[in-house]
């Protein structure tokens, strides 16, 4: 069992759809981060928050928008979408944006778009 | 920008064979993490290794950090079937501009063992 909840596990949405995507942890860890994941790839750093504040935007399209409505939740709001963003959206949190620190991850929202 | 490469990229074995997975960064790392992601699943933290040359163990799983601190490596002796998936060896990377840091995911290594 993971300790970051991640919803939903899947979304299909068009490309002219808003959705948004959530992640919820309660380890009191102050750093979280998007990624994304294509198939038989590596995760790619999306966005970073830390202590609730955007910290490093890797230049995500903005048609991706990060939020962090408080130090719990982590929210990734999707506009306008193409087919190549079709992937495995993770969030993962640690104690702090620190060199040392391990992240955890969530299951992830397998994302498709029509 | 800094890069990690993982060889090989695939590996299959029978139950019981080891394995070896190496990582390879073009910048010298501070620490390396390892990561395993089961099919299906999301990156799961194993290790991390600081020191040049450190060695440590988790049962049947032996990490190594290089001498220089820009290689590492993964050997699994006498493989299992629940050892299948991918494993990812991760360094740190400094972002200039923000003074931040982030994190690099090697390619992976995907391991399948058939039983």
């Known amino acids: 069992d993971t300790e970051v909840t991640q919803t939903p596990k899947h979304l299909v949405m068009g490309m002219t759809n808003k959705k948004s995507l959530k992640c919820e942890q309660h380890?009191?860890?102050?750093?979280m981060y998007w990624y994304k994941q294509k198939a038989k790839k590596p995760p790619e750093l999306m966005f970073v928050y830390s202590y609730e504040k955007l910290s490093i935007n890797e230049s995500v399209p903005s048609r991706f928008s990060p939020e962090c409505p408080n130090s719990s939740l982590l929210n990734l709001h999707l506009h306008a979408l193409q087919p190549e963003d079709s992937a495995l959206y993770l969030c993962?949190?640690?104690?702090?944006?620190?060199?040392?620190?391990?992240?955890?991850f969530g299951d992830g929202t397998r994302l498709s778009i029509l | 920008g800094q890069q990690v490469m993982q060889i090989p990229q695939y590996q299959h074995v029978q139950e019981g064979e080891d394995f070896t997975t190496y990582c390879n960064s073009s910048?010298?790392?501070?620490?390396i993490q390892w990561y395993k992601q089961r099919p299906g699943g999301h990156p799961v933290f194993l290790i991390q290794?600081?020191?040049?040359?450190e060695v440590k163990k988790q049962k049947r799983l032996t990490f190594q950090f290089g001498e220089a601190k820009k290689n590492s490596s993964l050997h699994i002796t006498a493989t299992q079937t629940t050892d299948v998936g991918t494993y990812f060896c991760a360094g740190k990377a400094y972002l200039v501009n923000t003074g931040f840091q982030k994190l690099v995911f090697g390619t992976g290594t995907r391991l399948l063992v058939s039983p």
């Open positions: 380890m009191g860890h102050r750093a």
């Open positions: 993962a949190s640690s104690q702090e944006v620190r060199e040392r620190e391990p992240q955890h």
């Open positions: 910048t010298t790392l501070s620490n």
């Open positions: 290794l600081v020191k040049s040359g």
